[in-house]
């Protein structure tokens, strides 16, 4: 663990000391380096699941592909911003790499967490340098109501998670990940302990987000730059569904009764943010709505606790990290040369970037769950499991599915087809850096195909 950690530390005084003209390529260099280096959690030599490296950080089959995921994605972020926060103050753009960079220290320990309370204080930290990224490197005045949407919305949902870990700590005496699933099931019968129940999961489902309390999502995607959208689609999302596969392990008796209107809920959602999703005009927002949709399933698949639903679950979030991320490295590029992420006025780029337009197809088939990537594998075992609970449930994700497909079907035809609009004239080509960019995020994907066992290994 700390030999990932240590170096993204040391990136801060890099940050500050290497000189202007080399800025931008050493940050990617040394992230990047960092990035392999966290390819190692993925190889397991311990038996008992936990490979710890002190009492307080270790890593396991579920936070390795997760912990991975984060490293991968700050050298794909410093990519993404390096044409539009270069032209800024040499101090703002290394004010700018370094809450980047501090981002994913924050979510290395988060992950790496064996103290639930250490995960809750590293998951509100994380909170800090997104916030500042959304509000001072937003692209419209909307940026500020956004942050604070962002900001109350999650912290409404975490203050109940402090009580309840901290009653928890009272009756077990522990807050060990190593200990907890040790210890004597609580006998949860009265309305405090539903109150209770409630309180160690509605941060979590806030920050999947699930249908209902999702409406911080859409706005904060819109308003943040490019890397603040990628950070949290890619990751931060995926607190939410980490934290909620470690509280489950306590929470047994209670969640078979209570879990009913959630698991609706999550589904509805799927359903409603799809059918959203065919009446967008923005761009940003129609995959920032995907985004909850794609969620919903994965709270459904957590909630019904069983090895293929977590499995599933686990899937589904890798994967549409790095879909979600893709597709808002694109919509950046074409919102750097068209200046507009109103689809209607962006539309017809396939004739002008027809390399980009490949890139575009495979994100948005990747998005729609096309066999055999890893996104199929997740949506079919958790509709698997989601069946074996309830056979009725088959009708709202075989719609969802569908619908799932007219939207990303919908935003590939407006986004590239169509007769190319008289004021989009002199575009600047495609960079390399842009399409090494969105390689470096779907090259993952297509090679996850071949070695799924590196997310699902955990359940076996």
């Given at each position: 663990m700390l030999k990932v950690l240590v170096p993204t530390i040391m990136m801060f005084p890099m940050i500050w000391l290497a000189s202007p003209k080399w800025l931008w390529?050493?940050?990617?260099?040394?992230?990047?380096?960092?990035?392999?280096?966290?390819?190692?959690?993925?190889?397991?030599?311990?038996?008992?699941g936990w490979t710890s490296s002190n009492a307080y950080l270790a890593t396991d089959?579920?936070?390795?592909?997760?912990?991975v995921l984060?490293?991968?994605?700050?050298?794909?972020?410093i990519l993404a911003s390096q044409n539009h926060i270069s032209p800024e103050p040499?101090?703002?753009?290394?004010?700018?790499i370094m809450l980047l960079t501090s981002l994913q220290a924050f979510l290395i320990m988060a992950f790496g967490a064996t103290e639930i309370i250490l995960f809750y204080i590293m998951f509100e930290t994380t909170l800090i340098p997104t916030l500042i990224i959304i509000t001072r490197w937003g692209n419209q005045a909307e940026r500020l109501n956004a942050g604070t949407y962002f900001l109350f919305y999650t912290l409404a949902g975490s203050l109940p998670l402090l009580v309840a870990l901290l009653l928890l700590q009272q009756s077990t005496g522990t807050l060990s990940m190593f200990m907890l699933?040790?210890?004597?099931?609580m006998q949860l019968d009265s309305w405090g302990h539903m109150v209770w129940w409630a309180g160690c999961l509605i941060a979590f489902l806030v920050k999947m987000p699930l249908y209902g309390v999702h409406l911080w999502l859409p706005k904060a995607h819109v308003e943040a730059p490019v890397a603040g959208s990628m950070v949290l689609a890619a990751v931060l999302l995926k607190l939410g569904g980490y934290g909620m596969m470690r509280m489950m392990v306590i929470l047994d008796p209670l969640s078979k009764e209570l879990a009913y209107p959630f698991i609706i809920l999550a589904l509805w959602g799927v359903i409603m943010t799809g059918s959203i999703c065919l009446r967008q005009t923005d761009l940003k927002s129609l995959i920032?709505?995907?985004?909850?949709g794609h969620m919903g399933l994965v709270a459904g698949g957590i909630l019904i606790q069983t090895p293929w639903g977590f499995s599933g679950a686990i899937i589904l979030m890798i994967a549409h990290g790095l879909v979600s991320s893709a597709l808002f490295c694109l919509a950046n590029t074409a919102y750097e040369r068209t200046h507009s992420?109103?689809?209607i006025l962006a539309r017809g780029l396939q004739v002008i970037f027809p390399?980009?337009?490949?890139w575009w197809f495979v994100a948005n088939l990747a998005n729609l769950a096309l066999p055999p990537l890893p996104n199929l594998m997740g949506e079919i075992m958790i509709i698997t499991t989601l069946f074996g609970w309830s056979p009725w449930t088959i009708l709202l994700t075989g719609l969802g599915t569908l619908i799932t497909a007219s939207y990303s079907l919908y935003m590939f035809l407006m986004s590239q087809r169509g007769p190319t609009p008289n004021h989009i004239v002199g575009l600047q080509p495609f960079h390399t850096r842009e399409h090494l960019l969105v390689t470096l995020h779907l090259a993952p994907i297509i090679l996850l195909v071949a070695k799924p066992e590196l997310m699902w290994g955990w359940c076996y």
């Open positions: 390529t050493t940050a990617g260099t040394q992230s990047l380096l960092i990035a392999f280096m966290s390819l190692m959690w993925l190889k397991w030599t311990s038996e008992a089959p579920l936070s390795a592909p997760l912990l984060s490293c991968w994605l700050l050298p794909l972020m040499i101090n703002r753009q290394r004010s700018y699933q040790y210890s004597q099931p920032a709505y995907s985004s909850v992420r109103t689809m390399l980009a337009a490949v």
